[in-house]
């Protein structure tokens, strides 16, 4: 089944708050090809969800406090939408 661009980001939100924070890593863990990440990467450093650490040669991606409030609102409603009434 083919993912929504939401769930991609989240997959990759998840992967990075996980523990995940070299970029190869996050590409296999979140399986996706590079280009495709690399433009989420981009996106959610852009958005504040996550930022770049250089060290020497390495990037290292974190999620910062705002991409965990994007998780935390995201299981919100995923498990509002799957509750059984």
């Not at 523990?19 to 852009?46: A, D």
């Not at 650490?53 to 991606?61: P, V």
């Amino acid at each position: 089944m083919k993912r929504s661009r939401l769930e991609i980001y989240v997959d990759v939100l998840q992967v990075i708050d996980g523990g995940c924070h070299k970029p190869t890593s996050i590409m296999y863990k979140s399986n996706l090809s590079w280009i495709p990440l690399r433009e989420v990467l981009n996106s959610l450093t852009s958005q504040g969800a996550v930022t770049v650490k250089n060290t020497g040669r390495r990037r290292e991606h974190y999620i910062t406090e705002k991409g965990r409030e994007i998780l935390k609102h995201y299981e919100q409603l995923r498990s509002m939408l799957t509750e059984k009434t």
